[in-house]
């Protein structure tokens, strides 16, 4: 039992102190920050769309009001019937954006993500003189400045692609959401530091996109994020961070949807990203170690061994603390960020510490499950993937509106 305890103790305390390490580099990433609004290349921005998010109103708005002056959107509907046609429509009527064109979705070859089409698609009719191509996600509400903040690493060189990050400000305070903004809060310290980019705002350089080996991976692929790291080292270029294309999410989510959306960022990970196995040995470690150290603290207890209770205990403390001081400070630097472009969210650091133990069981079971899944049923449209480059639609309808109930318990991401 003693060397149990050591065992467990020592995996505990290495983790925390890994994640300390992590969590300084990324504190140092957002207080470091420079604006470059100077940098505005000519750019593309595509938005690819599947249903009619209770954002997407709020997304054109923003995207087609970017404080850049040479930009041009591409709009990529999945399907003529999807109800996002007629918002899309309705909306450019009402406010005309002559930089902004609109299409329907044309490959339906089901090799890759829906998504991933939109981007081949959209990629292949870009103008000759498109420096910069972007994109988002549709529950993406862009600040003004957003495509200068998410261009402008692109300054450098030696960088051919940045990516905005993702963050969970939710409003309401059910059990899925709280576990989803307490997972995502923890796991953008792994995010920054392992360089996996996430989808929701990403922008490319030309040596980038237009090398053939983008599309041809994409073509191929469940999901374009993920595998961005290795492309962009197979062209010899960095992938980069930009902080102040931090983007707040404020939807809610059942419990059953955010174990969902958490196996499929696994699985993406599992899919695309070369670190995936360290990923996976750290998630499972932790969860094993806090489990037996929290096992071993009761068994010393009731053995009355109070001295070996006592340090079981107390390393799981420290490493808890560690964790939530790290993930306390990484809240409030972006808290103060949002603040600043002049919008608000409200934190809730003590219900974010109080479901942390569970959402590392959650996080552990998602990523048995990430493992073991090779079938992806998603917002209507079904997959078989058993391996990362073969990617077979099985089952595809255009969006449906959800019943209401639904839409009051998962107002999802409903990006391709």
Known sequence: ????ATLSSICLLSFALLYVYWGQRCIRLYQNQTSNSDYTPVATVILSVRGNDPF???CLKGLLNQDYPNYTVKIIVDHLSDPAWKLVDQYLQNQRHSHCEVSVRENHSGGCGLKNASLVQALS??????EVVAWLDSDVVPHQSWLRDLVAPLQDPQVGVTSGIRWYAPRDTNVGTLVRHAWNAAAVIQVLSLEIAWGGSIALSRAVFQNPHLQNSFSKMMWEDSGLKSIASELNKELAFAPAATMVN???T???SCFQFITRQLLNARFYHAKWSFIATV???????QTMLILLAVFFLTQGNLLWAGISAGVLVFSGVCVTAIIYRMSSLIHQLVRDR???FQRRPLRTAAVLWLTIYVYCAALITAIRTKTIDWRGVSYHVPSPFEVQITHYEPYRKPIAMSEQLELENISL
Do not use: K
């Open 1 to 4: 039992m003693f060397v149990l």
């Open 56 to 58: 997407l109103t709020d």
């Open 125 to 130: 009719e870009l103008d000759d003189d498109v």
């Open 250 to 252: 404020a939807e809610s």
């Open 254 to 256: 059942s419990f059953s």
């Open 283 to 289: 998630g499972l470690t932790n969860a094993i170690a």
């Open 342 to 344: 002049g919008e608000e």
